[in-house]
């Protein structure tokens, strides 16, 4: 059976300090790792990731895979209280299908105080 | 903009009754999913399509089954809805690419009580 697990599973900080979120994974088949960000409503999209030791990057947030070890990291520098949401991971594998079947962890509980 | 719209925000219905939760996509993808999402749980899949009138289970796929009659609209049902069956309920959609990599984009989700 697939998992993908995160941690940690909640995280408290104050604005300008950087954090990193994990996320492991066992599945087979796997085709790609994708990172999702949840506030109030549904989730949207901020990275995928294929290859090992090539960082995704966009503006403050950063991410990375490593396909040996089976984990990513998403880093959030500088963080802003904007940045306070639900983080999930989740793995595509083939499912037997080409339909990109997900995995979702848990998720991370990120809280940015002022 | 990929658009995925669920047709109720919120719902509320008895043990027993037949649910039907819709899905509409706009951007002519081949794939659909429906997840459930608990706390603590995270997302669950609990079906998913990838062409017109094919489906697949997901995870839990117990107490419910779906429809995909055209490729933008992908229907979950609750034969006889049951307490344990309130949950939010997200769908969907992605395209498929050669090499099938694809983000999903969400619909903003069903809140669904069963009393």
């Known amino acids: 059976e697939d998992k993908v697990v995160q941690s940690p599973l909640s995280l408290v900080v104050h604005e300008g300090d950087t954090v990193t979120l994990n996320c492991s994974y066992e599945?087979?088949?796997?085709?790609?790792l994708l990172w999702y960000k949840q506030e109030k409503k549904a989730p949207t999209f901020l990275f995928m990731l294929?290859?090992?030791?090539i960082e995704k990057k966009s503006g403050r947030l950063s991410s990375i895979l490593d396909k040996k070890e089976l984990f990513s990291i998403l880093n959030i520098t500088a963080t802003q209280t904007g940045d306070s949401a639900v983080y999930l991971c989740a793995v595509d594998s083939t499912g037997g299908t080409n339909a990109g079947k997900s995995t979702f962890g848990d998720g991370t509980t990120l809280t940015v105080k002022p | 903009d990929v658009k995925v719209t669920q047709s109720s925000r919120y719902l509320v219905k008895r043990t027993g009754e037949k649910v039907f939760l819709e899905c509409v996509q706009d951007?002519?993808?081949?794939?659909m999913f429906w997840y459930r999402q608990d706390p603590g749980l995270g997302l669950r899949l609990i079906y998913f399509s990838y062409d017109v009138k094919m489906k697949e289970k997901g995870d839990i796929p117990e107490g419910y089954s779906v429809s995909r009659e055209k490729k933008e609209r992908f229907s979950l049902i609750l034969e006889s809805a049951s307490t344990n069956q309130t949950s939010m309920y997200l769908c969907?959609?992605?395209?498929?690419?050669?090499?099938?990599?694809?983000?999903?984009?969400f619909g903003p989700g069903t809140r669904l009580t069963v009393l």
């Open positions: 294929t290859s090992s030791g």
């Open positions: 951007m002519d993808h081949e794939n």
């Open positions: 599945v087979t088949n796997f085709r790609s």
């Open positions: 969907a959609s992605s395209p498929t690419d050669g090499e099938g990599h694809n983000e999903q984009f």
